[in-house]
């Protein structure tokens, strides 16, 4: 057990992206220390949804079902509306009885095991704050980090317990700063950003008064409104007493967060709902301001940016919290592959090569949907369609790719490999298909008589997935496997497969031939693939596994 002076992993910030990571860390064999400012879990709901691919990762880690419990009084909310006040928004529509599913779930059938969900952080955070210790993390809150300093070998945070001013000094291999928007660690470190800035100022006014007779059978997600005395977005917590309005005001009319006190709150919510006599309860009132900054650099040395601090978008398109987590779950299987020497330390270079570009994808789209006060855009020009296209394909989660040097490229001939893609959803609008650094193909197989997604088995190791005649490859792995000491799982596909599923199916999803087969990352991401029959299977995948670790 190590003290807590002495750690593997040190991550800064406690919220839903720190959290995760530790997650993550544990299910790596991996100790982590986080350390969060804050005297506990957010009260703010803040990020209100966890997409597919979030989900694939919840799923993995075994708290899927949990999230989804977390966040069930959530599950009705749908459709995005504007209007003069919330009570005109609502009463025209008709009530609509029976469940209500994630949207686009449907869509994702061929794509994902699981559909997205909706949970706001403050609901989520509780649940990975107690599966965290569960499995081995320690979480210490009302500790504030005020500085680092590092040398080749670790990383040194110096922490002050903010209840009684005793500072302290913890020594890891590597630390994660999850540490939020404002990112101390980023600013101590000099790191230059790019982006828009800010696009407005806003207050997040979490309230409670009882709207439940209005919105039931009604339930809504977002409504934004607009009238002369006040402008700004409902969104919906708990479907009914519990809600948020994210209040726009104007520095350039001499308005500040100041100029708006819990009464002066009050009387602009009840001209929002257009209910003058229901009794509001205001819970807090928290200044924030949308915006769009990119940190140029990710890595540093033995410090790693993460969330908010890697990447700030408005939160319009669904991406900020989900972005965040997968940053962390990049960054956990290589950091754990590292320590335990199973890849050169090359491979974390890899980190800022295959998320910056992801971080900045999702923050242009988020931003892209936001008017000139940075709220949602329910405004209809080329700007706004063009921001839901881009956001489309990042939805889901699923809409984008890696190239780095531990992804190896295909030689794709002159049609750049255009007709091995399958003409399915998953291949031609998220480019799952098999193809090096897209995400693993998910498919049913039926796995020691139990059905399961081809994504239940990644997470730990590499994994190689072989047609229904390549079990030859599965003989080169194990003797890889052995020879350096890393654990590579294989399987044939097929109908008389390891794993069991209709003939020429997997092959279709994965662009390969019956003799072919692709190489998994730990983190779901193809390494590598080989689609036809080869003659010398360990030497191939041999180079294919050295360069996916970085060892050549």
Not at 122 to 137: N, Q, S, Y
Request: charged fraction near 20%.
């Amino acid at each position: 057990m190590f003290s807590e002076t002495q750690v593997p992993i040190l991550i800064i910030g406690g919220g839903i992206v720190g959290l995760s990571a530790s997650l993550c860390f544990s299910y790596h064999g991996i100790y982590s220390l986080v350390i969060e400012r804050h005297s506990g879990i957010s009260i703010h709901p803040r990020a209100r949804s966890v997409n597919a691919r979030t989900m694939e990762l919840y799923r993995g880690l075994g708290i899927d079902s949990l999230v989804r419990e977390a966040g069930a009084s959530l599950s009705p909310s749908m459709g995005i509306h504007s209007g003069h006040s919330l009570r005109e928004v609502i009463e025209a529509k008709k009530r609509t009885e029976g469940p209500r599913k994630f949207p686009i779930s449907g869509l994702l059938a061929p794509v994902s095991p699981v559909n997205g969900t909706f949970v706001t952080q403050d609901m989520i955070e509780p649940v990975l704050v107690d599966v965290a210790r569960e499995r081995g993390g320690h979480v210490r809150f009302y500790t504030e980090c005020i500085g680092v300093e590092q040398n080749g070998n670790s990383v040194t945070a110096i922490l002050k317990d903010r209840e009684s001013g005793i500072t302290s000094n913890v020594r890891a291999d590597y630390l994660i700063a999850a540490d939020g928007a404002g990112s101390p660690i980023r600013t101590q470190l000099g790191v230059p950003t790019t982006g828009q800035g800010t696009m407005g100022h806003l207050l997040n006014i979490l309230f409670h008064a009882d709207l439940k007779p209005l919105v039931h059978q009604r339930e809504f997600s977002l409504c934004k409104v607009e009238c002369p005395e006040v402008c700004g977005l409902f969104t919906s917590i708990n479907n009914s007493d519990r809600w948020v309005f994210h209040l726009s005001y104007d520095p350039s009319k001499g308005e500040n967060a100041s100029d708006f006190p819990p009464g002066k709150c009050k009387e602009l919510l009840r001209i929002a709902l257009g209910m003058p006599d229901i009794e509001i309860d205001i819970k807090s009132i928290l200044p924030w301001k949308p915006s769009v900054r990119i940190a140029e650099l990710l890595q540093h040395g033995r410090i790693f940016l993460a969330g908010d601090a890697a990447h700030q978008m408005p939160p319009w398109g669904g991406q900020g919290a989900n972005s965040g987590i997968a940053d962390a779950h990049n960054l956990a299987w290589k950091l754990a592959a590292v320590l335990k020497g199973h890849a050169s330390k090359a491979l974390l270079e890899t980190y800022d090569v295959e998320r910056i570009p992801v971080g900045r994808a999702a923050a242009e789209a988020s931003a892209s949907g936001a008017d000139e006060k940075g709220i949602f855009s329910m405004k209809w020009n080329l700007t706004v369609v063009m921001g839901w296209l881009k956001r489309m394909g990042l939805a889901s989660g699923h809409g984008y790719c890696y190239m780095s040097k531990a992804i190896c490229e295909e030689d794709t001939s002159l049609l750049g490999g255009l007709t091995w893609r399958p003409w399915t959803l998953p291949s031609l609008f998220l480019s799952i298909d098999g193809r090096p650094g897209r995400r693993a193909p998910h498919v049913w197989v039926e796995h020691q008589g139990t059905r399961i997604s081809t994504l239940d088995l990644f997470g730990k190791s590499f994994v190689l997935l072989a047609g229904a005649e390549g079990a030859s490859w599965l003989g080169a792995a194990k003797e890889i496997s052995s020879a350096l000491a890393i654990d590579i799982s294989a399987y044939v596909v097929g109908p008389e497969g390891d794993l069991v599923n209709s003939k020429g199916e997997f092959e279709s999803a994965a662009g390969i031939t019956s003799r072919g087969a692709i190489l998994v990352r730990p983190d779901d991401f193809v390494a590598w693939r080989e689609r036809r029959q080869v003659s010398d299977h360990h030497a191939k995948l041999e180079q294919a596994v050295r360069q996916a670790l970085c060892l050549s």
